[in-house]
């Protein structure tokens, strides 16, 4: 018996007990909150795909610049809409019916459609402009309940909202070192965010960009436990053969 007590209490060294620091999201403090999606809005890139279609009170004057898909004709024209979509260049321009290059790489999307607003408002009187994001999409890794990668049908998101996508942190997750990667003027940026304190909601990444990157790590707890998984087996083994032994001496 003493033998397996004392098993057992090795087997507890492989384990950690979390406090509640460690797990609680935004603990109270003095932080004051200033968040502005205005300010960290997501950048447009090369490589992004929009999806862009001009309106106007006569349609005919709109023609010039929205593409008719070669698959629509007749009435099925009118029941399935077709919104032609446009490649950010690496020079960072959009080739645009009738306007030409168009750049927009660096800018807002909102900053992106005053600048497509003026150059058709040169062709029709007061148009309607939409852009979507259409290859938008963000990725959580490591510790959460469903990672993977998730389009986003606009572009605005938060780092929350990602991790909830992912069915929020493991009880194995570290919260105080969430990193997120974004890719700036093709270089990768690697940020680090502690979501147990409130200071993360004014973190520059809150607000998430296209093709971020989110990774949480495994606490101790997990590492150790893997680490005593991959042996189980081979531990049972021993101690089972060790007490038989010890239980046929003793008699």
């Known amino acids: 018996m003493r033998i397996l007590l004392g098993f057992i ?10 406090s509640r620091r460690d797990l609680v999201y935004f603990q109270p403090d003095s932080t004051q909150l200033n968040t502005s ?16 279609s ?27 809409p077709f919104i032609p979509t446009y490649a950010i260049d690496v020079e960072g321009n ?49 510790e959460v309940r469903n990672p993977g990668s998730f389009p986003i049908s606009n572009d605005r998101i938060t780092l929350l909202e990602a991790i909830g ?3 929020d942190l493991t009880i194995n997750g ?7 990667i974004r890719e700036q003027n093709g270089k990768k940026n690697e940020y680090r965010v502690d979501l147990t304190k409130r200071e993360a909601l ?16 495994p606490n101790g707890a997990k590492i150790q436990s893997s680490k005593y ?15 038989t032994i010890v239980a046929v001496v003793v008699r």
């Open 54 to 80: 001009v309106t106007a009170d006569d349609v005919r004057a709109t023609e010039p610049f929205n593409q008719v898909s070669p698959y629509n004709t007749g009435t099925l024209q009118n029941t399935t």
């Open 202 to 217: 004014n973190s520059p990444v809150y607000y998430l960009s296209q093709n971020d990157v989110i990774y949480v790590e």
């Open 9 to 18: 209490i090795v087997l507890s060294l492989f384990t950690s007990c979390a």
């Open 174 to 180: 570290v919260r105080n070192n969430v990193m997120v």
């Open 229 to 243: 998984t991959q042996n189980t087996s081979i531990f049972v083994s021993i101690a089972s053969l060790i007490i």
């Open 37 to 52: 999606y205005e300010l960290n809005a997501p950048k447009l890139q090369p490589g992004d795909i929009l999806a862009i």
């Open 94 to 142: 959009i080739d645009f019916p009738k306007i030409g290059k168009v750049n927009l790489a660096g800018k807002t999307r909102a900053q992106a459609l005053d600048v497509l607003r003026k150059r058709v408002s040169e062709f029709i009187v007061d148009p309607g402009i939409s852009l979507e994001i259409r290859n938008f999409k963000v990725t959580v890794l490591g």
């Open 165 to 167: 996508l992912a069915g």
